[in-house]
């Protein structure tokens, strides 16, 4: 019995559950809870503490060990080893690594704290009265379709289906869409957790080579017919994860060939708000598609917190109704209090921009700068907003750096995570959203590995015979 | 453009998003927000006016008009007559209706209402620094494996995977388990809401009949092999709509027989904790199929606060990493601030159930009492628990009754509903959770409903020639 408790400790701890330096509960109160004896919670904490997992601080009972650095390590290594993972990638928590691979900033400390919760009178006044509300909380949809009214986008709250942040809506769009078998048309590369969406869906994937000036409309309307696909998934501005931006021109073509060959258009605007150099952005493309089914996603997840699980999808009233079922059978609709409480943040959102702006830029030009200095081989451009640079190794494979990147305590996604076809294996995408003296150790320590991996040629891409 | 806005007003009434009573913003600020003359906006609110949907009262603004009685009726009746969609079952909104259809009672008043809000101090330090946590927030998942331990269920914290309501955790399983044309065993009657999910990825509903001692494992045995069926759905305790409860004897025989043909077994718990008698509940399911995959179903929903969005599963560690991966592709983990506040609702459970279980019961007792007297040819039985009568009008087609129901103000959710296969067309499910005037009325309303019903012969279900 007690290495059962034993076990769930133990995998409690490897799985983050139980942080290094938490205090575990007194056997007493743990036996009690548990309905064991005080014996068997002895001797499982006993165990754990002969193998390293736990630690009694004198007088003040057990503690979870202060991790050492390789355990950590080699977690984060398994989590790369396996790197179709967005799972693993997600569970990746640990100071003694470095995150150069989830994309999401913290909240912004500068904003009111208030505004990240509700007052408790709204809350039990305004919202325990009610239960189901499949489509959206309205207060927040009314705040959206204000949002996008303010943008040039006129739209009314009956347009808005509130999500489990943009994933959520993906997700949806993929049930309502797309059946097994099905094509649809990405981006190469795009977001890796779209990706996850229509593999799961048994989808086929058809990429559409993102170029510095994002894709190209002309190719789209080859690749359309060709591929007979019944969906086309789209990160219009500050592309995840190259940077690009979709000319106004071309916003205009694609939807004109959503309408042509009758296929909805998924806008994934999750990082249009993260705009780093000052310039108006080109419109929306459901500006241009109001007679196809152009459906535009938006988040709360990067300008305020991913931690309140708030996207959206716009679209005309007939698709949101259609997609509101699927949202219904999938969860009844989203958690009320985290819609009012995004409804209050939105009110924020021009305050926030400005901040995140000065935040990005420094971060991303202290990145930049430091990765020229240390890996003068490695390229990029510089991204006029979100949260990535798109970092080209020459000649070397992404993969097999970050393993060698892992050892070194920094968690990387390679190229090929962003691909429909393992294509990208040269690539990395680095996100610049960590506080400073962690972007620097980080680079630090890319910088050993890289040195490290250069010094192992087993590990350099055979440039004749390449890894795919 | 007057007329644009004006539907959009007027949907919004027409779904609840603007409820009877409530004050529109002045037309000046109105046509700010929107980037609209004030011109069009006057427009809009005249022409809205003029049909009786908007009312100016003096000195302060224009109001959206106490609804008539019969308009309200009459979405009502839309929302029965297209009695597949759950989606429009949940938009039932109305003081001008009695909803005898959705099953989810009013969060409990008698609890503290510091335990459905966060202290903001846990709230900005525990949670802000965190974001995605694809299985849940630790101290949840601790909970929950708590509450099954201490309901002799030994369960480690990485045996629960968070999900947005039990729900949710249905789709979830669903999408890991079944594809298009795959078999699903259920319950003949069922929740409906696990029929949509079912019917949605394309599986086959197979039934098997619930009777007073719910489903009857040797029939199982024969169905099982007969139907090929991948996945099994059941509601064990206090049976959704029959209120029926599997012995224990069966629970046992129903876990061997998921063990022998290797079909993953799905219990869901989400009405078990309202018990109304005072009697041991049989254990669960997955008490005695630890070999083979049980996945138990559990929510905050029924107790707490179906808001909350609070769900879980429970399963062998192996089987929640599977669903996780689902999970996190469906939408990268639950909101985190509900999931803080579900974690410090299970600490009152004990309390909560012994509140529900007086409230239940008296509404229990006087709806049953209401309907004898008013509706002496109407059958059921008094469940134990749960939240339903589930009422058999011998000879009457239950389809055709709600609709004349709907006219007099009261909504029903009708047996097929429920039903795999269209059957269970003379029955009724009925919840005993509105306040008792409100019972009071709705019955009385049900009277008269049911007189009219039998005045007006070409309602009778032809005896002879069943409508199936």
């Known amino acids: 019995m007690h290495s059962r408790l034993g076990n769930a400790v133990q995998t409690a701890i ?82 003694e690594v470095i995150d150069f691979a989830v994309g999401t900033p913290k909240p912004l400390s500068d904003l009111p704290r208030a505004l990240y919760t509700l007052d408790p009178s709204i809350q039990t006044e305004l919202l325990m009265e009610r239960h189901y509300m499949p489509l959206g909380f309205p207060a927040l949809r009314q705040a959206i379709a204000a949002y996008y009214t303010r943008r040039d986008l006129p739209t009314a709250a009956d347009q808005i289906l509130v999500t489990g942040g943009a994933q959520q809506a993906i997700s949806l769009v993929t049930a309502t869409y797309l059946q097994r078998g099905d094509s649809v048309l990405v981006e190469s590369p795009t977001y890796f957790g779209a990706l996850d969406v229509f593999r799961f869906a048994g989808a086929r994937l058809a990429p559409v080579a993102v170029g510095l000036d994002h894709i190209n409309a002309s190719e789209l309307r080859d690749r359309l017919p060709a591929t007979g696909s019944r969906l086309l998934y ?43 150099e000052e310039a108006s952005q080109p419109p929306f493309i459901a500006r241009y598609g109001a007679a196809s089914n152009v459906i535009t996603l938006g988040s709360l997840s990067k300008l305020f917190w991913a931690g309140l699980r708030v996207g959206w999808l716009r679209a005309p009233v007939g698709v949101v109704t259609k997609i509101a079922r699927v949202k219904t059978a999938a969860d009844l609709g989203s958690a009320l209090v985290t819609q009012a409480i995004g409804a209050q943040l939105l009110q924020a959102m021009d305050e926030a921009k ?23 081989s490695w390229r990029f451009e510089l991204p006029k907003g979100g949260l990535f640079l798109w970092v080209h190794l020459p000649g070397y494979d992404s993969r097999q750096f970050a393993q060698a990147a892992a050892r070194h305590g920094v968690a990387l996604t390679p190229g090929p995570l962003f691909a429909a076809d393992d294509s990208f294996v040269e690539y990395l995408r680095i996100p610049y959203l960590l506080d400073e003296d962690r972007i620097r150790l980080g680079v630090q320590r890319l910088a050993e590995a890289w040195e490290a991996f250069m010094a192992s040629s087993s590990f350099q891409t055979p440039r004749l015979n390449p890894i795919v």
């Open 14 to 95: 490897q799985h983050g559950l139980l942080l290094p330096g938490t205090r575990l509960p007194a056997e007493r109160s743990l036996a009690q809870s548990l309905a064991l004896s005080r014996t068997t919670v002895l001797a499982a904490y006993n165990a754990l503490k002969s193998d390293g997992w736990l630690e009694s601080r004198a007088g003040s009972g057990t503690w979870v060990c202060a991790k050492p650095a390789a355990q950590a390590r080699q977690r984060t290594y398994d989590a790369v080893l396996s790197n179709s993972s967005t799972l693993n990638l997600l569970q990746i928590d640990d100071s």
């Open 234 to 276: 789209l990160t219009p501005t500050y592309q995840n994860p190259t940077g690009a931006t979709m000319p106004d021109r071309a916003r205009r073509e694609v939807a004109q060939l959503g309408e042509e060959f009758g296929v909805p258009i998924v806008e994934d605007h999750s990082l249009s708000e993260l705009a780093i």
């Open 354 to 376: 400005t901040i995140r702006r000065e935040q990005l830029a420094a971060k991303r030009d202290l990145l930049a700068q430091l990765l020229r200095e240390a890996l003068p």
